[in-house]
């Protein structure tokens, strides 16, 4: 069975500090697709990033960074530098051959100025 | 190109009465999907669709039922609402090719008094 765990229920951090947002997941497939939203305060659902299970290179977007590791069940993000507008709720998600998208309970981030 | 819409925006309900909550995509896409996002829980997948006239459950289906007559449209409803049932609800689509990407609604936010 699929299942995603972000056990960060919540991080504070101040402005310009490195944060690392946890995912592990779980499924029998050997392929998979994972995936990272951004849920802001307005509500919304923003994608960031997928990646598929065959691909474990690491990703670097601007200030956001994705590791992924198979040996470890992880997809980690991490966001260099934060910002006050990187305050958020973010999202990790899984998805395997049976088409459903699985989320993960999601992190608080709140970054203080 | 609308991408996914949702209809209404906001809703109040009373125990028992009954709603759809309106989605509709354009982008001729198989896969549509429901969910609800509570507090501390993520997104839970409630039912799914991979075609017209083809439906399943997802992890949370009770009390809610859902019909795919054509490929742009998945309403969802609720036949006696309960409190428990106060909740934001998004809805999804994708191809149903591996690691399609889901395009989100902008999420309805119903309230059961």
């Known amino acids: 069975a699929q299942k995603v765990t972000q056990a960060q229920t919540e991080i504070s951090v101040v402005e310009k500090e490195d944060v690392t947002l946890d995912c592990v997941y779980e499924?029998?497939?050997?392929?998979?697709?994972l995936f990272w939203y951004k849920q802001p305060p307005s509500g919304e659902l923003v994608f960031l990033i997928r990646?598929?299970?065959?691909?474990?290179q690491n990703e670097i977007s601007g200030r956001y960074s994705w590791n992924f590791q198979k040996s470890t069940s992880s997809f980690n993000f991490t966001i260099t530098a934060s910002q006050v507008v990187d305050s958020a709720v973010y999202f990790c998600a899984l998805k395997d051959s049976s088409y459903k998208l699985i989320f993960g309970s999601g992190t608080r981030l709140l970054v203080r100025p | 190109n609308a991408g996914v819409t949702q209809t209404p925006k906001f809703q109040v309900l009373k125990t028992g009465q009954s709603m759809t909550l309106q989605c509709a995509q354009d982008?001729?896409?198989?896969?549509m999907s429901w969910y609800r996002q509570d507090p501390g829980m993520g997104l839970r997948l409630i039912h799914y669709?991979?075609?017209?006239?083809?439906?399943d459950q997802g992890e949370v289906p009770n009390g809610y039922n859902v019909s795919r007559s054509t490929t742009e449209d998945f309403p969802l409803r609720l036949l006696s609402a309960a409190p428990s049932q106060t909740s934001v609800y998004f809805c999804a689509s994708s191809w149903t090719s591996g690691g399609a990407l889901p395009y989100f609604g902008p999420g309805t936010r119903l309230t059961v008094l």
């Open positions: 982008m001729n896409h198989e896969y």
């Open positions: 990646r598929n299970s065959f691909d474990e």
């Open positions: 499924t029998r497939d050997t392929t998979y697709y």
């Open positions: 669709s991979v075609g017209a006239g083809i439906t």
